[in-house]
């Protein structure tokens, strides 16, 4: 089973930029859809993006217009780059694909 290791959080001030990584140990390309989600504190996991495997993609209405998500399929990688991040942005991001989840990463934002 592929396992997923999510990189790239931190500490960003509001109207900054973070760009996440989600590395693969095998083939995304196989997997096929991938995404990402996110958890607030004292809230449910939440939906944010998702990529198809020949690059079609689908967003949140909260997020639509300032993040984006990408994959490279030949370094099985994917990424969310976030412009313009919110305090209401903070959380644990999630990488998932067939349902598989990473660890997280967590993404603070600043007011």
């Known amino acids: 089973q592929v396992q997923l290791v999510e990189s790239g959080g931190g500490l960003v001030q509001a109207g900054g930029s973070l760009r996440l990584s989600c590395a693969a140990s095998?083939?995304?390309?196989?997997?096929?859809?991938m995404g990402w989600y996110r958890q607030a504190p004292g809230k449910q996991r939440e939906w944010v993006a998702t990529?198809?495997?020949?690059?079609?993609?689908n967003y949140a209405d909260s997020v639509k217009g300032r993040f984006t998500i990408s994959r490279d399929n030949a370094k099985n990688t994917v990424y969310l780059q976030m412009n313009s991040l919110k305090p209401e942005d903070t959380a644990v991001y999630y990488c998932?694909?067939?349902?598989?989840w990473g660890q997280g990463t967590q993404v603070t934002v600043s007011s």
């Open positions: 095998g083939s995304i390309f196989s997997i096929g859809v």
């Open positions: 998932n694909g067939q349902d598989t």
């Open positions: 990529i198809t495997r020949f690059g079609g993609r």
